[in-house]
């Protein structure tokens, strides 16, 4: 079993629709939960950071964290087209070696 | 803003050369870390260092070695570059070993012919 689980998509909405990108993991010593943007041919950047459970709103983006269910979502209100890339989920812990990422699920969103 | 960069957007390469991919970041972090990027098989730890001089070993490091000299700069070596390492490399960086965020370089895309 992958130590986080993500949905590859392809996932295909129309412009104005709320999007839901989600990630399920197995490590309950998980505290930090990052969301990673990826437009084609470029590297990861950094859209959220949540540190344990709770909510957390950046203009139209939203990060969840529910440890209780090992799971992690991102929702996108109002999705416009330059929306359209590659969203990556990613995990840690203070005293881990190393981040574990999903393997990313493809949005596109139709003008 | 946290910046990484990687000295090459695209290369090609011949199978047997030896490649460098080199990584500068300029915010003093400790950690720095090389991906390997491929369709179906997502991001993939190569290698990664908490400090200058320190290197260990991620998932795959059959094939590669590393670098680290000086705390901003960190190099992927390819001894003997394979057509099998054809991929997109992602360098990045971290204040903290497995805390917080990572922040990422723009890629470099590999081709080895």
């Known amino acids: 079993q992958k130590e986080v689980e993500q949905d590859p998509g392809p996932l295909s909405v129309p412009e104005g629709a709320i999007v839901s990108l989600n990630c399920t993991y197995s490590?309950?010593?998980?505290?930090?939960f990052m969301w990673y943007r990826q437009y084609s041919r470029k590297g990861p950047e950094l859209l959220m950071y949540t540190y344990s459970s709770g909510n957390k709103e950046d203009g139209r983006f939203t990060a969840q964290v529910d440890k209780s269910s090992k799971y992690i979502s991102l929702f996108i209100r109002d999705s416009q087209p330059s929306d359209s890339a590659t969203y990556l989920c990613a995990m840690s812990a203070i005293d881990f070696n190393k981040f574990y990422f999903g393997s990313g699920t493809k949005l596109n969103v139709k003008p | 803003d946290v910046k990484v960069t990687q000295s090459s957007r695209y290369l090609v390469k011949r199978t047997g050369e030896k490649v460098f991919l080199e990584c500068v970041q300029d915010m003093d972090h400790e950690n720095m870390f090389w991906y390997r990027q491929d369709p179906g098989l997502g991001l993939r730890l190569i290698y990664f260092?908490?400090?200058?001089?320190?290197?260990e070993k991620g998932d795959i490091p059959e094939g590669y070695s590393v670098s680290r000299e000086k705390k901003e700069r960190f190099s992927l070596i390819l001894e003997s570059a394979s057509t099998n390492q054809t991929s997109m490399y992602l360098c990045?960086?971290?204040?903290?070993?497995?805390?917080?965020?990572?922040?990422f370089g723009p890629g470099t895309r590999l081709l080895v012919l």
């Open positions: 990045a960086s971290s204040l903290e070993r497995g805390g917080e965020t990572q922040y």
């Open positions: 490590n309950s010593a998980f505290q930090y």
């Open positions: 260092s908490y400090d200058v001089k320190m290197k």
